[in-house]
């Protein structure tokens, strides 16, 4: 069966009790157990759920894992692999990835004993260098965001494996629609499911597909000891949203190239990153790793914080907020939104300058997203 197709069908069979097309959504936080043995399939809801179990199953086949875990956001799910990890261990990390991610890494990991060493990732060169004989994690973002660089997952898995580290690999903004990490190479993909998976703005999920069934399971021990699972509504929610993933993903890709070649050719913008351009360095590689270049652009205008600000304020469609991945498309300055967690001298030495404007492309019309830009775009040149 073809990825849509599984999409709808896989984890999300009818009802046999009453037929229904839809699977019920199971809200019980305990089950009955035959007896006392507790080897029913649930117990108890932490540790396991129907609608999670189904919308983890659709997942997993979808990403091509053994298994995938759903948690309560994006950034337990990040943490939940970084608890594989003891003091003394290092993680190899590239740098356009997002703040919280960041934050994460450098600002609660050294606490715990585990240092970071953060790299370009797109330089495969640098993600061997920066491997020491204590690296257990490579965690790379692919695209990366906000600027949208392309890290050669096969090679980075190779670089990671021959290290005996695993590589993890952020797969929020490509989704299994646009690029599959296990099946190059990587051990483990997460995703923010409050983005692309759920799709339209109303929930906060996680998720982990794992490539390794051992690993798998030593991943859901921990999810369980930790507790920082999906509710069942997000649940059925993202289930949902999977039915339309491929459709909407490759919709908003198509816009996204549209308007990435317009801003390109526009007085005022500086430069345009987005991996479908060939003008991307990492263009060549996301068309081999990537089935499209995506739903976000960033852009960088000439000029200040202010003349940035003055864009993201006036447009009108694209509404000033930070996340992605949905219905309605958002526009956002990452250097004091979505990045504003990295300290001010690190964030511009990776790249996210103050001109820096993030969209993500919703699923409205083409010409109205373009309008309300080229509007923005000409009332902050006038302001
Ligand atoms: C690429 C990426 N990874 C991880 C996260 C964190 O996910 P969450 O906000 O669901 O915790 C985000 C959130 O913006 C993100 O954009």
New binding site residues.
Partial sequence: MQFRTRAIHVGQEHDPATGAVVPPLHVASTFVQPDASMTAAYDYARTGSPTRHGFERTLADLDGGSRALAFA????A?HCVTQLLSAGDHIVTGTD??G??WRLFNRVLPAHGITVTAVDSSDTAALARAMTPATKLVWI?SPG?PLLSITDIGAAAEIAHRAGALLAC?N??ATPVLSRPLELGADIV?H????YLGGHSDL???ALVIRDAELGTRLHWLQNATGAVMGPFEAFLCARGLKTLDLRVREQSATALALAEWLAGRPGVRRVFYPGLSSHPGHALAMRQMAAGGGIVSFEIEGSLDAARRVVESTRLFQLA???GAAESLIELPAVM?HGSYDAAARRAVGISDGLIRLSIGLEARADLCDDLAAALTAAQAG
Avoid: P, Q, R, W
Wanted: charged share 10%; aromatic share 4%; net charge negative.
């Fill in positions: 956001s994006g950034m337990a990040t990835i997002y919280g991610t973002e965001n952020d929020t903004l997460m923010s499911a409050t983005k906060l999920g996680g930070v996340s992605l979505s």
